[in-house]
């Protein structure tokens, strides 16, 4: 578009507004009223009076039970709030009460805090800055219904005024849902909100659930709002004497289980800093399972669940201890009262990560036990301590590496061989963190301890994932301990009806034998299903046929 042309529009554009706004004047000057807020003809106020039934009101009789008030403003379609109460001097006790409906008044104006004053408070703490309230709608328009009360010494109240008129409109029956007299939080509603925060299930969502089993949110008799308030005031309540209710919990289990294990210390605070528990099951599993064991850590205070692997394949906690700091006196602690609760019985061999805290804290308490790095844990740091251009897929270099990694039957010449080969295949020569883990071989590849039972907690990844998402299902890091306890008993009971089901498939149910031979016969009576399979099978064959030969 050309300059002139461009002039031409502009020009045009500004004749036009100025026409609309001429017209716009003429048209107030006409119509003033609408000019001015002051001048609008105000609606005559209509006082509506409730209708219901004789017996809900006050008819003839002056003496009226708390409970028919309550009825009676439900029946008539609107809330109430206590007004002015007045009290007898000496005694303190209920003279006078006024309740008025929930519109009655107008709200106050507050002053806006803005922007400007916000910034100005930058140096000033929480406490004296102002704060920016949240919008809310209006409900007081000035109704003047009311009634007023006086208390008589049976107990009852003697109506002293009433006054029925509403000048705002009242509820229709399918509003009453949505008011305060027309909803209640029973004890069903708290117990399923309750049991389902220990599976990790939010108040949002236990509405949902709530409405499916009773047909229909007008049967809840409860609102999303009330589910959330309850549950705001149940972690409210915890939150003030969490650690003391912790403690007291295991406190009456240990004495009402004599066989059940407790202890834990306090810091010069008074704050608990170190926690350890384990039932009887635990200890009785530990006593079957002791061969190995799994030290895991998370969340913000360290919660340290001790595993081992069970005649199922599949891993079980059996002890669990929480620690605040991750320091060698901490762990030293921890591992005299595993050792305390256990018996004094040691385990053959213990799992941890790389935290020199653990290794230090292992050497000092435990006599014959052999220390090892988790495989699983080590091979998640491979991606942040190499080239970001190895990694992907196409390159083959986690393929390769973790195929001699997680081979359980490699020589460790072999492993040592191949190692190299990948190293020069990538130029990782000079990789200082790969070098490192290359002299400490010893402690992580299963090469290296073929001699140690490990009872295959080590063989896959599997097993430290599905010992994480155990736990990760029903618990996240920002429950409290009272709601940590509550989850953990709620993973271990799964875990237990799991490994019910598993004994009871494994006494009643067969593989099916591939031979017509007695000992493949032998062997599906003798070993539970999960020891019974393909891979288990295939050798049990080959070991027959070298035999046979």
């Not at 599997?462 to 996240?476: A, D, H, K, M």
Request: charged share 25%; aromatic share 12%; with cysteine.
């Amino acid at each position: 578009m050309e300059v002139g042309e461009e002039k031409l529009l502009r020009t045009k554009i500004c004749s036009v507004m100025q026409c609309a706004y001429k017209v716009f004047d003429k048209m107030l000057i006409r119509n003033p009223v609408s000019c001015t807020i002051a001048n609008v003809a105000t609606t005559p106020t209509i006082v509506v009076s409730p209708k219901v039934a004789p017996l809900l009101t006050p008819g003839g009789t002056k003496k009226w039970l708390p409970i028919c008030l309550n009825e009676y403003t439900f029946s008539a379609g609107f809330n109430t709030r206590k007004s002015t109460t007045k009290r007898k001097r000496r005694r303190k006790e209920l003279k006078s009460q006024y309740i008025v409906c929930n519109k009655e008044g107008y709200k106050e104006k507050r002053k806006p805090t803005s922007e400007k004053d916000l910034n100005n408070n930058e140096g000033k703490s929480n406490e004296e800055k102002s704060s920016i309230k949240r919008k809310r709608l209006v409900t007081r328009v000035g109704c003047k219904a009311h009634i007023i009360i006086k208390h008589c010494d049976d107990n009852k109240f003697i109506v002293s005024q009433f006054y029925e008129g509403h000048t705002d409109p009242l509820y229709t029956p399918s509003c009453n849902l949505f008011q305060k007299e027309g909803r209640k939080m029973n004890i069903l509603h708290k117990k399923i909100i309750v049991n389902d925060s220990k599976v990790n299930i939010g108040p949002v969502t236990t509405f949902r659930m709530m409405k499916e089993i009773v047909g229909g949110y007008d049967n809840i008799d409860a609102s999303k709002q009330d589910f959330k308030i309850f549950h705001g005031d149940l972690k409210a309540h915890i939150q003030g004497s969490d650690a003391q209710m912790f403690v007291d919990n295991f406190t009456n289990k240990k004495l009402t289980w004599s066989a059940f294990f407790f202890d834990f210390e306090m810091d010069e605070d008074c704050c608990l800093c170190k926690a350890l528990w384990a039932d009887p099951l635990c200890k009785k599993s530990y006593a079957l399972f002791d061969s190995i064991t799994d030290c895991e850590r998370v969340y913000s205070m360290v919660f340290t669940p001790f595993t081992r692997v069970d005649h199922d394949q599949s891993c079980i906690t059996f002890v669990v201890g929480f620690i605040a700091k991750e320091d060698i006196v901490s762990f030293e602690w921890l591992f005299r009262s595993f050792l305390k609760a256990m018996g004094g019985n040691e385990p053959n061999c213990m799992i941890s990560d790389q935290d020199p805290a653990i290794k230090i804290a292992i050497k000092s308490v435990f006599n014959k036990i052999e220390h090892r790095f988790c495989i699983w844990h080590i091979m998640k740091k491979l991606p942040y301590k190499v080239e970001k251009s190895i990694m992907p897929e196409e390159t083959g270099f986690l393929k390769k590496l973790c195929a001699y990694v997680w081979h359980l039957e490699i020589e460790p010449a072999e492993f040592e061989e191949r190692w190299n080969k990948v190293m020069v295949e990538y130029h990782l020569e000079e990789h200082e963190w790969l070098g490192y883990m290359y002299k400490i071989r010893n402690k992580w590849i299963l090469a290296y301890f073929r001699d140690v039972f490990l009872g295959g907690i080590m063989r896959t990844t599997s097993r430290s994932e599905s010992e994480n998402n155990l736990f990760c299902s029903f618990i996240n890091p920002h429950v409290s301990l009272v709601e940590f306890y509550l989850r953990y008993e709620v993973a271990i009971d799964a875990w237990r009806h799991t490994q019910g089901q598993n004994d009871n498939d494994s006494k009643h149910k067969y593989p099916e034998c591939k031979t017509r031979l007695g000992i493949e016969k032998h062997a599906s009576h003798l070993y539970t299903l999960s020891f019974m399979n393909f891979n288990m099978r295939l050798k049990l064959l080959v070991f027959l046929v070298v035999l046979m030969n």
